[in-house]
């Protein structure tokens, strides 16, 4: 009986300590993530960033109202908008995450940091959410260009394709700012680890659906390629994604790639200490 | 209840080594640093300075060796250690676009400061390093002297009982190195500090006993007397004297036997010269001198000093020692 109880109050004390240190973590990522959202919001480039970003969808979206104004066309305009996504995905994502690890890692700010009582995990997921919280802002200010639309006429607003499509930019958003966070700890030099990021997130989505249509893969032999490429279709996530089918295997493919590309950055960070 | 009595020394090295893709840069360094103490890292670049302090912290791992920061080992309980330290790394990394307090409420925070105590800790900090002036300013526009105060600021702040600072007066005019080192002096007792510098009066002024670090080995430590005398091996005086030198040696080896000439300055208008003499004993012979050579006659003493090797000798001396150490079997 007294052994029991005692077994169970090692076990209270232990599962404390454990509760406790998880709750020290969870605080360090919200000073983090506070911190960095911060250092996003004073840092001019930002804002240059998103003027760009709102000016390049604001001109797509002009040219698509041109463009319903002359012909009657099958498709609601936000399935029409959406599919320009890649666009200003390719640039700004680098541009918002190239900095993160890159300029602290050039600067010397990690070594302090991680000589903190903070986790490189924290570090990371910290400048990772800031990235995707900044990106996700970003994509916020579009819904005003459906707001102008509805109140100029609310025939053009069909609401499923309209939620669709940015459940589709939340989630793909996770992946590909993970992305742009892997390659910005893979240089100390901010323009480099821009540069990656474009072309891996070129890769991943334009690259990708090329492939699909390579004369290489319609060979038998390659019928396992050309299933796996085919899962990793960005265009049709989004037309799937944009018609209501919110499927789960394709919400894991971006949970799972954005899981991937967060632990490689934190295995990056830490090698690099190692071998610095 | 006698583990309490004697709390483990602070920092605690033994058989360290780190090498960088087999290139040595630390090799079996030990040392042992007590509560308290203020101690100076010497060596030239590339001795192995900052990797040493960066093991310490934990930043970077130890090829071999064990060091336990107030007994707690480094290698295996790596968040631990974080709590025990305040670390200013080479060259104070600062962000660039942050305002100085905000950069040290952030570190606070960071550093698991209770939110209530915060802000006086904060206020007490800034008061320490005189930073109200520019507590409002951005750090990438502050000058070096209040960018380097700022980094140790943020070492101190959260009252960690080892605070490892890698070349704090780097670049700063002498007014600030006072102010930096009167900063450094106000610590003492409260927690153990270990600076490395290549400024030799510097550390001779601030630091309780010294650790001269060579080609990654540990040359000599100790207070700056001991390692006077343990790499120098002799005190010297120095006479300005007139009258019949020749007769002085052997009144001087009365006094004690291994005091000797060992140099001879020119005579002045006035018949005065001066001359160098030493000897190996450690006994103050000041007196004793002045006593003998004023009775006697034969001689006029018009000056007479014990001279005092700087740090400096003795920091030559001994690198000197080591490369000659190193040097020696990779001739045979």
Redesign the interface.
């Known amino acids: 009986m007294g052994n029991g109880r005692h077994a169970f109050k090692i076990l209270t004390i232990f599962n404390l300590a454990r509760v406790f240190s998880f709750i020290t973590h969870v605080k360090h990522f919200f000073t983090i993530l506070s911190h960095e959202i911060r250092m996003l919001l004073v840092s001019p480039s930002t804002y240059i960033a998103a003027v760009l970003f709102l000016s390049v969808m604001g001109f797509f979206f002009t040219s698509m109202l041109d463009y319903y104004s002359t012909a009657a066309q099958e498709t609601t305009p936000a399935v029409f908008f959406f599919q320009y996504f890649c666009v200003p995905v390719l640039f700004m994502v680098p541009l918002l995450t190239m900095k993160s690890i890159a300029e602290e890692r050039r600067l010397g700010t990690l070594e302090t940091l991680l000589t903190t009582p903070v986790s490189t995990v924290e570090v990371v997921l910290g400048k990772f959410f800031a990235a995707y919280f900044l990106y996700m802002a970003l994509w916020a200010c579009t819904g005003g260009l459906f707001y102008i639309l509805y109140r100029f006429d609310a025939r053009f607003i069909d609401i499923g394709p309209l939620v669709g499509g940015y459940i589709f930019i939340a989630i793909s958003g996770l992946m590909f700012v993970a992305i742009g966070i892997f390659a910005s700890s893979l240089s100390r030099n901010q323009a480099v680890a821009g540069i990656i990021s474009f072309t891996l997130l070129f890769g991943l989505i334009v690259g990708l659906s090329v492939l699909a249509n390579v004369t290489l893969l319609q060979n038998e032999v390659m019928k396992p390629v050309k299933t796996a490429v085919g899962y990793a279709q960005v265009f049709h996530h989004l037309a799937d994604f944009s018609h209501g089918v919110v499927d789960t295997r394709q919400v894991l493919f971006y949970v799972s790639g954005t899981v991937l590309a967060l632990i490689f950055s934190i295995f990056t960070v830490e090698v690099k200490l190692l071998h610095s | 209840m006698s583990d309490e009595v004697t709390p483990p020394p602070a920092i605690e090295v033994q058989n360290l080594v780190k090498s960088y893709a087999g290139v040595p840069a630390v090799s079996d360094v030990s040392f042992t640093v007590q509560r308290g103490e203020i101690i100076g890292f010497l060596g030239p670049n590339g001795a192995g300075k900052s990797t040493t302090m960066?093991i310490l912290?934990?930043?970077?791992?130890a090829t071999s060796g064990v060091v336990n920061l107030c007994g707690v080992p480094v290698a295996t309980e790596p968040?631990a250690i974080?709590?025990l330290?305040g670390?200013?790394?080479e060259?104070n990394?600062?962000?660039?676009?942050?305002r100085v307090s905000e950069y040290l409420h952030?570190?606070g925070?960071?550093?698991?400061i209770p939110r209530r105590k915060l802000n006086d800790r904060l206020e007490e900090v800034l008061e320490l390093c005189d930073l109200k002036r520019v507590r409002h300013r951005i750090i990438g526009k502050l000058s070096k002297g209040f960018r380097q105060r700022v980094g140790i600021a943020?070492a101190v702040l959260a009252e960690p009982p080892v605070i490892i600072m890698d070349e704090p007066t780097i670049g700063l005019d002498p007014h600030q190195i006072l102010i930096v080192r009167d900063l450094i002096a106000s610590l003492r007792g409260r927690m153990t500090v270990l600076i490395s510098s290549h400024i030799l009066p510097e550390i001779e002024v601030t630091c309780d006993r010294v650790i001269i670090i060579n080609q990654g080995r540990i040359v000599a430590t100790g207070t700056p007397n001991e390692l006077r005398r343990e790499i120098l091996g002799h005190t010297a005086y120095q006479l300005e004297i007139a009258g019949e030198i020749a007769a002085l040696s052997a009144l001087l080896s009365q006094i004690e036997p291994t005091l000797v000439i060992t140099k001879q300055g020119e005579t002045d208008a006035g018949g005065f010269r001066t001359l160098h003499l030493t000897t190996e004993s450690d006994e103050p012979l000041g007196e004793e001198l002045l006593r003998v050579l004023t009775n006697d006659s034969r001689f006029r003493l018009r000056g007479l000093a014990r001279e005092r090797p700087t740090l400096e000798d003795v920091f030559l001396a001994a690198t000197r020692r080591t490369w000659e150490m190193v040097d020696t079997p990779s001739k045979s």
Do not use: A, C, Q
């Open positions: 960066r912290t934990g930043f970077l791992p968040d974080k709590h330290i670390y200013m790394p060259n990394p600062l962000p660039e676009d942050m952030y570190r925070r960071l550093k698991e943020e």
